[in-house]
């Protein structure tokens, strides 16, 4: 009997956990709700060792959804969405193009994509925004996600990958420091690589809220800090502060790796724990008891999440903790590192190969005169043909509708009034517009505002290549057929250039592609010249950097760094009060985040029925006596709200989140979308923009019709 079975990997995180498809028999088509056509089965990896979360678990259910977009839609004149033809539909997005074109400039065209698309795709999106466009006008999500610790890694290594070790690593530390990340829900099979260090009573979270991550550090298994919202900027200049102060500097290291000790050691001396207690409010004893441990000379990692990155100083965030690990000798030292934890399932490799608005395929920085003229060669055009930087993701979306922004926009994987910040003001931008074409295979809230939307292909529908939060190259296999009315984004992306009369190659077979990239990627920092199909096909473990003819490399850092002279940069930053302004009275911090059952902006999940039964709809996570203050039971109905705008959600009363904050999770549309309320202020080096500490106010609601 012929095995059908395909060996893939889960359509969420960046762990990118491991799973069998095996077609099922029966396609259930007549029932309401369809039984998935595929059945899910963990597989051994590195990462998941054969365990799933509920979302991988249920990641088959959205197949044949009834959901599921099966002709492309175009918005009429009297304002509905109907079905459409693909050529009319392409013709039509093909037309406008080039009548905004003419009308306002190439860069009048933008392109926004998606941390989830395969590295094929987030490839021939840029070359498609950049030569089929012509415009500069590219960005992505993942400007929402790691922006932040990417520009950090970039300065202080001069390289960006998410973990420059094997996760598995992890399993032999002592000491595993956690900042800002909530593994237990995000990525549940992670948390078996956290066992080691809770045996050795070393695993150490530092959230502001009691999550399921901070009590895995319970009965003598490790240590949980609660800081104030918004400050772990002053625990890490804290940290390096003792570290210092009590001469616990690897100082050989520090003298022979580095450079930039002097001028961090002055930028600390002010930082003592009294002082970092009185902002923070984590004990100074406990300050130095967490100092004298991570210097204790054992197997110690320290590992960054959003929590501490999506902030308007998440750059200098995630350098202080990279100035920590230096200082203490970690990167490159076996048995022991720093890294952060990518987000979105393709987040590294989505921003490796040209979807940044700053980049070009390899890593490559788009001023650059070499790197420009290598990758022209590659697509078989003039350096000059190839636009300069466009605007990341903020700017770009400021300027939609503006006489001299973007007047069409066409999204890719992405849903813009969800997870964007200050979603109104996204919102507005989008009604001005005018074109929206969005690419989905359900109508998100994006996707319904749009005049044209292309129902494109699941993950379980292509072939492809993902990069894993290790910067591990790995397979995404077909194991079924897409329903006929879809078309995979390759194919759309051609027959759009096709109309536009770009003479550039755009391949539609996923190989091709990746053969392409590997030639535009060669020589870059992210090279991937050294990768092919049929190496990932025979299960090699292929890390980048992989040069054509060397090796993968699965541990950065072991001899040098990425900068020329092979040295880490110690990069002096400082806490500003300015940063995060403490809350008036009435109001709270809001902080946001994610639940187990959800991902992202809920478009997915929300159609899972037994994810959506058990987080059905928006709650707000307050202290009892925050609660008491506010007249507000479990259960209560609330509004939270600040000038950006207002949600309604109901109570979670908990004592696990500090009394002058409110959690709310990110999953949600409309009314109950937390993006209403963060700000669009960025991190002046990395664009990220202000997701964690926006202030709010919180009422109750009355009972009846409150939460319509």
Known sequence: MTDRSASTHCPYCALQCAMTLTPTDASGAAAPTPAPPVTVSGRDFPTNRGGLCKKGWTSAELLRSPSRLGAPLVRGADGALREASWDDALDLVADRFRSIRSQHGADAVGVFGGGGLTNEKAYLLGKFARLALGTSRIDYNGRYCMSSAAAAGNRAFGVDRGLPFPVADLDDADTILLLGTNVAET??????????????????????????????????????????????????????????????????????????YDSLRRSVASWWPERVQAVTGVPAPTLRRLARRLAAGGRTYILTGRGVEQHVDGTDTATAAINLALLLGLPGRPGSGYGTL?????????????????????????????????????WGVAPADIPGPGLPAIELLASLGRPDGVRALIVHGSNLVV???????????????????????????????????????????????????EGRVIRRRRALEPPGGARDELWIMRELARRLGSTARFDTDPEAVFEELRLASEGGIADYSGIDYAMLDAGEAAYWPYPRGGEGTPRLFAERFAHDDGLARLVAVTARASAHPAPAPGEVTLVTGRLLEHYQSGAQTRLVPELLDAQPELRASLHPATAERLGIGDGDPVEIANRRGAVRGRARLTADIRPDAVFLPFHYGDHQAANLLTSDAVDPVSSMPEFKTNLVRITRLAETGALA
């Open 187 to 260: 990525m549940p099979p992670f948390m078996g690589h956290l066992s080691g260090a809770q045996a050795a009573g070393g695993l150490v979270v530092v959230d502001p809220r009691r999550t399921a991550t901070a009590r895995l550090t319970e009965d003598g298994r490790g240590l949980h800090l609660q800081p104030a919202p918004g400050t772990d900027l002053a625990l890490l200049l804290g940290l390096a502060h003792v570290v210092i102060a009590e001469r616990l500097v690897d100082a050989d290291y520090v003298a022979r790796r580095t450079t930039g």
């Open 342 to 378: 990518t987000g979105q399932g393709n987040g590294q490799g989505g921003r490796e190969h040209g979807q940044k608005c700053d980049q070009l395929p390899g890593y490559r920085k788009i001023t650059d005169p070499k790197a420009r003229a290598h990758v022209a060669r590659v």
């Open 419 to 469: 997870s964007s910040p200050n979603v109104a003001a996204v919102r507005r931008g989008i009604e001005e517009l005018d074109l929206l074409v969005v690419c989905d295979f359900v109508l998100s809230e994006t996707a319904a505002l749009a005049d044209v939307v292309l129902p494109v292909l699941q993950w379980a529908e292509e072939e492809g290549t993902m990069t894993n939060l």
